[in-house]
């Protein structure tokens, strides 16, 4: 069974910064794709962005040059820092790890994934 837990949450100015952690459990992590997404209130889960096992990454049009996603595999984490933030970076934070090992597209849909963690909130207060 595999554990995703994030941490790295909090309440922040705009402009400001914060770095999200996920640590994983339970499987090789450095043969799978990591994504992050988020979830606003009122608002469907959207993606972030998400890095290949082989460390290709992809980002969500919103958050390009002010997001960055990376990966550690000796400590099975997956970081996202996140730059010049905005309101309406609002929302909960999810990680999650893709279902099939191996793939070098990080993919940008949530099906595409298998696991969860429970997720972390991003306040960006104006």
């Known amino acids: 069974q595999v554990q995703l837990v994030e941490s790295g949450g909090g309440l922040v100015q705009a402009g400001g910064s914060l770095r999200l952690s996920c640590a994983a459990s339970?499987?090789?992590?450095?043969?799978?794709?990591m994504g992050w997404f988020r979830q606003a209130p009122g608002k469907e889960r959207e993606f972030v962005a998400a890095?290949?096992?082989?460390?290709?990454?992809n980002y969500a049009d919103s958050v390009k040059g002010r997001f960055t996603i990376s990966r550690d595999n000796a400590k099975n984490t997956v970081y996202l820092q996140m730059n010049s933030l905005k309101p309406e970076d609002t929302a909960v934070y999810y990680c999650?790890?893709?279902?099939?090992?191996?793939?070098?597209?990080?993919?940008?849909?949530?099906?595409?994934?298998?696991?969860w963690g429970q997720g972390t909130q991003v306040t960006v207060s104006s």
């Open positions: 999650a790890a893709d279902r099939i090992p191996l793939r070098n597209v990080p993919r940008v849909v949530a099906v595409e994934y298998n696991y």
């Open positions: 890095i290949s096992w082989s460390d290709n990454t």
């Open positions: 339970g499987r090789a992590f450095s043969n799978y794709a």
